[in-house]
């Protein structure tokens, strides 16, 4: 219990839980922020030089000099290479506890400060005793709490006798053998070498023994439950009754790409398992993952399962609906819409439809499982953009039906850490190429008020015939000044761009005028569309090809890849146009940096975890789910590597001895 522990009462109790320490295993696993190098004497030279250390010196003398309202004491010291002097604000009893003449170790800040060197900050003891040559931990704090009450409190726990029993109990232990097998210190040892260490190198091993036995625990409960997936629930696959994904491929105008046949080839082969599907799909913006999708689904309807096709907005759903029903339908398989803003009588038909199993695929929002659908046969759950989603929806939807064969795509390239893990009791199929015969995006950077250039070049494109997006971050400017939003600006802009059309797009505006809104842009008769973040995800017009995102700086770094990857979907040239108002942060000046270097979303991917961290990228629902105590999944990634291969062996072996 925390409570038995010196010097913690009820109220340090509280403020401990403010660094997330609520019980024993937090406090010994609190992760110093530092370590004072408390291992080497120092010279005062060196020490000055270094900004802090430790020192061994003789108090010479005790001065006094005037400061606002006391007269401050000044401990001289001399270590035979420079005098010292310790300035002790408000501390003039420092003068007994040190006298002239005895030896002090100390440690401590220190400067150059008018023509001596000076420590202000310092801890100082009688060198009595032996040195003690330790990295001392400086553990995170809390206003109320010091370094002390939090030392003492965790020296206390590292005493215990029953401490391996009580660590083994909330971390777990390694398989036997596999400590000697890494060579990795043993669990007691490790958290000793966190708190208490005496070389980096002891450090170093500690924490890496800690990581790794986080990672490892991590993946073998992946690697167990998605074993579990693949024995527990047994399905009979009915074999195809028709056939729909020929047909549908047979009247496509163009090919599959290699890595489309590739991706189709796993999915279809996991409908051959006994056991439910977990897929995820990824690839990049254009890459062609509905058609993928629509193929899947279509072999899945071929066995009489019904297929849901969840997106994450509505304006997606519509266009989804009309795009895939339009190939599909000439197939014989039959496609449906539920959103949430269908109307009663619309709902109820398609509803009954849905549960006479006359409907293959439905395209829906989330709305097509937050009430009961009565499903004939729900047989596969597609989850575009699922990073959308979290972690219970998806959970939600897989509680629907027999357990249903599961395809989450992602148009945010999964970065290789996340896939370790969030994903890691998933199959991963990627497409790495986008279709032949588009050219890359360029990106242009235009500041805000040297806009001039970036409207007319907009112009020049629509009078080519081209159409064009601009995206703002707000649908008004809701009274703040300096802010551009797609309301403000669409007066201007039709102005500018006449005679061209220009439409308006963004979430607050009634769904029917949206709806022909986009219709009417991807049938050509609206040249330029003022929209918000609503056109992010799904919506292909190959003919369009400017985007502009104006406040630029306001956007995720995801986002902006999402929107350039709006254009280019075509063969003529397109080109992503980003306006940002300065002045920049540091982290605004490298995402936009990051999107002018790169087109490719697996780099821009990885960038975004780099400055965001996990928690942010994968969602919040999923932060929880990655959340380790030392292990940090960027950083730390060979050593998950590490973990991971080491489940494999562990649980290779058992297979081994389970079958003999
Ligand atoms: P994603 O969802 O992966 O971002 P889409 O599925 O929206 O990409 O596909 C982008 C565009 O590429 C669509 O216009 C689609 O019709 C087209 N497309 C898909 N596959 C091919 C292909 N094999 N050859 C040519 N164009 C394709
Ligand atoms: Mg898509």
């Not at 003068?95 to 005895?102: K, L, Y």
């Amino acid at each position: 219990m925390l409570s038995d522990l010196p010097g913690l009462g009820p109220k340090r109790l509280k403020l401990l839980e403010r660094l997330g320490v609520e019980n024993l295993a937090d406090l010994l696993l609190l992760e110093p922020r530092r370590y004072e190098d408390r291992t080497r004497v120092l010279t005062a030279a060196q020490a000055a030089a270094a900004g802090e250390g430790l020192i061994e010196a003789t108090v010479v003398a005790h001065d006094f000099f005037p400061a606002r309202n006391e007269q401050v004491l000044k401990i001289v010291l001399s270590d035979g290479s420079a005098p010292v002097a310790l300035v002790c604000f408000g501390r003039p009893f420092l003068a007994r506890t040190f006298p002239v003449g005895s030896e002090l170790r100390v440690y401590g800040t220190f400067q150059y400060r008018h023509g001596e060197i000076q420590s202000s900050s310092f801890e100082a003891e009688r060198a009595t005793t032996p040195h003690r040559a330790i990295l001392l931990p400086v553990y995170p704090l809390t206003e109320g709490l010091t370094q002390t009450v939090v030392r003492r409190a965790i020296a206390a726990a590292l005493e215990d006798p029953q401490l391996p029993e009580k660590l083994a109990a909330f971390l777990g232990t390694l398989p036997p053998g596999l400590e000697r097998e890494k060579d990795l210190l043993p669990l007691v040892d490790s958290v000793l070498a966190l708190h208490q260490p005496t070389t980096r190198q002891q450090l170093e091993r500690g924490r890496y023994r800690l990581i790794f036995q986080e990672f490892f625990t991590f993946q073998l409960d992946l690697t167990r439950r998605s074993l579990a997936r693949r024995r527990g629930v047994r399905r009979e696959r009915p074999a195809p009754q028709r056939s729909f994904a020929g047909e549908i491929r047979g009247a496509l105008p163009f090919d599959l790409t290699p890595d489309q046949q590739q991706v189709l080839q796993e999915i279809v082969a996991d409908l051959d398992q006994p056991w439910p599907m977990a897929r995820l799909l990824q690839g990049d913006v254009g890459s062609g993952k509905t058609l993928v999708a629509l193929l899947a689904a279509a072999h899945a309807a071929e066995r009489r399962q019904q297929v849901a096709l969840l997106v994450p907005t509505e304006l997606l759903a519509h266009q989804h609906y009309r795009n895939l029903s339009a190939l599909a339908r000439p197939a014989g398989m039959a496609v449906a819409i539920l959103t949430g803003r269908l109307r009663s009588a619309e709902r109820r038909q398609t509803v009954e439809a849905i549960a006479r199993g006359e409907v293959d695929l439905v395209v829906g929002t989330h709305a097509l499982f937050s009430q009961d659908v009565p499903w004939r046969q729900l047989g596969m759950v597609i989850v575009d953009e699922q990073h959308r989603f979290g972690v219970t929806q998806r959970q939600q939807l897989l509680n629907h039906g027999a357990a249903p064969d599961l395809l989450m795509m992602s148009a945010t390239p999964i970065p290789r850490s996340l896939a370790l893990t969030a994903f890691g009791d998933s199959e991963i199929s990627t497409i790495h190429t986008v279709p032949p015969g588009r050219q890359p995006v360029k990106t242009h950077l235009a500041r805000i008020g040297n806009d001039e250039r970036v409207y007319a070049f907009v112009r020049q494109q629509l009078d080519c015939g081209h159409q064009a997006y601009l995206v703002y971050p707000a649908i008004d400017a809701g009274g703040a000044r300096d802010l551009r939003s797609a309301e403000a600006m669409l007066p201007e802009l039709q102005q500018r761009l006449a005679p061209h059309t220009v439409g308006l797009a963004h979430s607050r505006r009634d769904e029917e005028e949206r709806t022909s809104t986009m219709r009417r842009f991807e049938a050509g008769e609206i040249a330029a569309l003022v929209a918000t973040s609503v056109v992010e995800v799904g919506v292909d017009v190959p003919n369009a090809t400017v985007m502009v995102v104006e406040h630029a700086e306001l956007f995720g770094l995801a986002a902006l890849h999402q929107l350039r990857g709006r254009v280019g979907r075509g063969s003529a040239q397109s080109w992503c146009i980003l306006v940002y108002q300065e002045p920049l942060t540091v982290e605004g000046t490298e995402r936009l940096k990051v999107l002018y270097n790169s087109t490719d979303g697996f780099i821009i991917a990885e960038e975004d975890l780099r400055i965001r961290g996990p928690g942010d990228l994968a969602g919040q629902q999923q932060s929880g789910y990655l959340q380790f105590r030392l292990a940090d999944i960027r950083r730390d990634m060979e050593i998950m590597l590490h973990a991971r291969d080491a489940v494999r062996a562990v649980l290779e072996n058992q297979n081994h001895r389970e079958e003999r």
